[in-house]
């Protein structure tokens, strides 16, 4: 059964009248329970071996794959299994098949109980015989095969070929994974009351500063590209929405070469109006970070485990409620551990990594609040801690050690923000528009932005964010 | 009771002894099962009007308002009188008082049942005294008090004012439905198996042609903004996501200075694969959009009539399954009502508005689908119809006579997308990397992008795409 492979670009098409009716199974559904049955299935040809009067081939759908054999004999021709074992590998097929229970578990396979034997076979989208890299040696862990000689693929060769790349079991897992987590965020904060907004991205003047900024030609003038959605959450707080989030891209014009900056990323923002204290705001996005996990430990332990297997790591632990640390205890721990560091000094990275390391060893958390920053290192508009002058109401949230969220309680006093940005020496003219939003009542309130890139590669004990985007940007790249 | 307005700040700075033990009630709580009850809210005054020794102010909560009365007497003195007579419109105060039922209604405010007999009240932020709009001008319905003078306030200064203008029950209104399309439409899809995915705003080369596209400075180099998600949509297909779906901002550096254009606007976009018929695209992005008109009707009642307050709309009525027309049939409806237009012209928009009006009268719905649109009006990756030529495999759906989507079932073969590119003059060099992500298999796919601000503008009737844009962003609008 020879078929042209381009006719089945037309057939698709226009209405097929022949495929119309055919009910096409899912890889993932092909138990013992359908033995015997002949069944339609399309699905990519993830290998192809020919073996004298047979051909073996593993046809896959996104994680899921199944043996299935064309061999010689009623069903197939001769000229069938020559057609079948030319298929380039990643070629989408449809095929008509009977399936057969088997008596040996077929290891290497998803579906480890039956085999298909192909009656018919079509091609529905041919892939070009070279593929820019194997998928097997994109999932195969560090190291593992290295004495056969088995390839490990790149992660620019990953990233240049991503097309090819995401149909691994490891970024089917991550990216679905993903798409959970802000399902989670979502779903958690609807519940609460909070309101969606959105925010826009294309802004006039530059938001914190002007450091970092993309800047955009627009028509006659110039625009910048939001570094974050804060000003615009905040004036939702001020337009009484009470508790909102957000999202959406962030752009950050950082030339910053690490496994955990990106220019681009998606940012999980989260903004509210309280009532009495700002650790309401922290007690709202702790518990929403816990939904979190706890929805991605309980619906998603195929993917993490299918992660897992080529990146091993601990599983994720956390603690209900959300251990929360003042910054003085953390910097006491550092010390006690040997570092050395004034008592307003930032968190340097390393050193963030080894407070991660020390809370998980004395608590048994991979998550964790650092409260009460030093006002010093802090943008202008974090409130002070009224019983401190030294230090703010202001936290960073950590996951395995490495910061996810950065938040605090806002100025929400016009006045007291034209001082603080005073003493920060930035320029009013500037900042005029957003000290104008709180001139006409605005309540207490705070948040934070949450990097969903980070969560992710955090949650999965990964390594690097650029698997944890699908289309990372960085200074070196802009594609695909 | 005078106090100090600024000691607010510092209270909720801190922790607050004083007031954290209290219990907030929400305004729309207050009924008459909680007569004679003293109660502690957090409001803002709404209008406030002294009259001897009595001063009435209208508390506020965004929809929901009730009335208030300081008086002198048991729990008042003059003084606290006169205190509440100066706090400014805006303002937002705490107040204890005790809950009364009335014996008349109170027509003026959403809590027609009882009223508050303030017996505390505290400044939590002053607002400044002169107000840029007045909110009751705001949400005025044009032409509604002009013989007595009462002003309305037009677009630009709502759009200046937006912290305040946003607080109006009309814009409450309409961004908590907006909140509800994107839920409601994240949700169905996620139901029918859709994977949401993130797609990069900042890209190397302009995607469709280099036409009204932003640019960007990257640092040594420059990019572009992206004008939609397609490409990565389809990538995405391409990488076995069989469905997927993304919610993000689009940019468009269109000079269009129309009430429905916007340069920056939220695109909420599908693509899937199909097995036999690009009709499942359509079916399955119909399906979603009932599924959103239904969630609306039956969930923002209250939102769809506060809004009509202001802006009186016809109901939206949509039919089950969705009606869908070929384009040749549109453009005999539109020639039987005298327009002159050829087989193969694109629909102007003013033959958009009258088309849509006739389908009204004909069908009885304010939604539909326009089938097999003319080859040469769309772009070139377009799928050609098998059976005619001159028509493509695409389509367009309009509410109320406007367009909000435009989809197709997109070409999946690189030689024939090369064919197409050429036809139409396209520099091949500039999308080899479009056409490359198609040469290791593609599944047949079709999708869409709708515009998030024009479904809620044409859902509640409105006539401007700038009120259902919280921070909208056209030619001549940068800010806030």
Not at 8 to 18: D, N, Q
Not at 116 to 137: G, N
Not at 398 to 423: K, N, V
Request: proline letters at 4%; one cysteine or more.
């Amino acid at each position: 059964m020879l078929i042209h492979i381009s006719f089945c670009l037309w057939e698709y098409a226009g209405k097929s009248r022949r495929g119309g009716d055919r009910e096409l199974v899912r890889v993932q559904d092909l138990t013992p329970e359908k033995a015997d049955q002949l069944i339609w299935l399309r699905a990519r040809v993830h290998t192809s071996r020919a073996k004298g009067k047979q051909c073996f081939l593993v046809l896959r759908q996104q994680q899921f794959n199944v043996q299935a054999l064309v061999a010689v004999g009623d069903c197939a021709s001769k000229q069938m299994v020559k057609f079948a074992a030319n298929i380039t590998k990643e070629s989408i097929v449809d095929v008509e098949a009977s399936v057969r229970k088997v008596e040996q578990k077929i290891e290497s396979c998803s579906q480890q109980d039956v085999e298909l034997h192909i009656e018919r076979i079509f091609v529905i989208s041919q892939a070009e015989p070279r593929l820019p890299l194997q998928l097997e040696d994109a999932v195969r862990p560090d190291g593992e095969g290295e004495e056969e000689g088995r390839a490990t693929v790149n992660q620019d060769t990953k990233l240049d070929n991503r097309v090819i790349d995401l149909r691994t079991t490891t970024s089917q897992a991550i990216f679905r994974l993903q798409s959970g987590v802000c399902q989670l965020f979502r779903d958690t904060l609807t519940h609460k009351g909070f309101v969606e907004i959105q925010t826009p991205k294309i802004i006039s003047a530059a938001s914190e500063g002007g450091a970092n900024v993309f800047t955009v030609s627009y028509f006659k003038t110039s625009a910048y590209l939001a570094q974050s959605p804060q000003l615009y959450k905040q004036m939702c707080i001020c337009a009484d929405f009470d508790k909102v989030f957000c999202v959406g891209p962030v752009f950050r014009a950082e030339d910053s070469n690490t496994h955990r900056h990106l220019t681009e990323f998606v940012g999980l923002d989260i903004e509210m109006a309280f009532n009495y204290h700002y650790h309401e705001v922290i007690d709202s996005i702790t518990d929403t970070m816990v939904q979190i996990f706890k929805g991605l430990r309980d619906n998603f332990q195929t993917e993490i485990q299918t992660v897992n297997k080529q990146f091993p790591s601990e599983p994720f632990k956390f603690l209900e409620p959300t251990l929360r640390l003042e910054y003085t205890e953390g910097v006491a721990m550092l010390r006690e551990a040997g570092v050395e560091m004034g008592d307003e000094d930032d968190l340097s990275t390393p050193n963030e990594k080894l407070l991660g390391r020390l809370v998980k060893e004395k608590y048994d958390t991979d998550f964790y609040v650092l409260d009460k920053y030093p006002l010093a290192v802090r943008p202008f508009y974090t409130m002070p801690d009224p019983n401190n002058a030294k230090y703010s109401n202001s936290y960073d949230m950590f996951m395995r050690g490495e910061e996810i969220l950065s938040g605090a309680q806002r100025i929400h006093d016009a006045q007291l923000l034209t001082e603080r940005a005073t003493h920060h020496q930035i320029d009013l003219e500037k900042i005029k528009s957003y000290v104008d939003s709180f001139r006409f009542g605005a309540p207490p309130h705070g948040g934070g932005g949450i990097g969903l890139e980070r969560v992710c590669m955090l949650y999965l004990g990964l390594h690097n964010v650029r698997q944890t985007s699908m289309f990372p940007r960085d200074p070196k790249r802009l594609t695909p």
